[in-house]
Antibody, heavy 122, light 107 residues
Framework: EVQLVESGGGLVQPGGSLRLSCAAS????????MNWVRQAPGKGLEWVAS????????YYVDSVKGRFTISTDNAKDSLSLQMNSLRVEDTAVYYC???????????????WGQGTLVTVSS | DIQMTQSPSSLSASVGDRVTITCQAS??????LNWYQQKPGKAPKLLIY???NLETGVPSRFSGSGSGTDFTFTISSLQPEDTATYYC??????????FGGGTKVEI
């Protein structure tokens, strides 16, 4: 059974940093695109970042470029999102989501974690 | 970036009704479109991929159609458990992968 479990969310002040983690199990982690998708309170879904199996392809939504860094640890089957220079508008539930097989383009998100809440506020 | 426009933003229907949601892309995306269901307080769930393919385990009352810029998502006979928000998502032009604004379906 595929499982994705996020951790690391919490309250942080504007300008601060936070590192989210996602522990994966039930599938060959290195064989898939991995993603972060967020949802601000009461709002819709927003794709944040994607990474391929060996980490040589990383993509970000414009609003987080230069502030967020996505990474994987294939030895630990783990996905991370380092978030720096956080802004109030980054407040959201952050979901870890498995994408397409790495041999394909990153098309869909077919497994999701339960999400972790990040609140940026003074 | 490709913009995805969903309509309506919300709807109310009765059990057994046929429900249709549309998603329009700002440019041709071929069939590079997925549909998700999100129930309150839960993570989204993939229902339809590549515009018309039903994800494994998803009930057959859900269907999708369309190509190019205009897409349709249909629930053939609305059930109480279908109360949720539904999102379309394109992957033709990435990054970014973009979602529609969502359609809240109530019974």
């Amino acid at each position: 059974e595929v499982q994705l479990v996020e951790s690391g969310g919490g309250l942080v002040q504007p300008g601060g940093s936070l590192r989210l983690s996602c522990a994966a199990s039930g599938f060959t982690f290195s064989g898939y695109w991995m993603n972060w998708v967020r949802q601000a309170p009461g709002k819709g879904l927003e794709w944040v970042a994607s990474i391929n199996e060996d980490g040589n392809e990383k993509y970000y939504v414009d609003s987080v470029k230069g502030r967020f860094t996505i990474s994987t640890d294939n030895a630990k089957d783990s996905l991370s999102l380092q978030m720096n220079s956080l802004r109030v508008e980054d407040t959201a539930v952050y979901y870890c989501a498995r994408g397409s097989p790495s041999s394909d383009i990153n098309c869909y998100f077919n497994y999701w974690g339960q999400g972790t809440l990040v609140t940026v506020s003074s | 970036d490709i913009q995805m426009t969903q309509s309506p933003s919300s709807l109310s229907a009765s059990v057994g009704d046929r429900v249709t949601i549309t998603c329009q892309a700002s440019q041709d995306i071929s069939n590079c479109l997925n549909w998700y269901q999100q129930k309150p307080g839960k993570a989204p769930k993939l229902l339809i991929y590549d515009a018309s393919n039903l994800e494994t385990g998803v009930p057959s009352r859900f269907s999708g159609s369309g190509s190019g810029t205009d897409f349709t998502f249909t629930i053939s006979s609305l059930q109480p458990e279908d109360t949720a928000t539904y999102y379309c998502q394109q992957y033709d032009d990435l990054p970014p992968l973009t979602f529609g604004g969502g359609t809240k379906v109530e019974i």
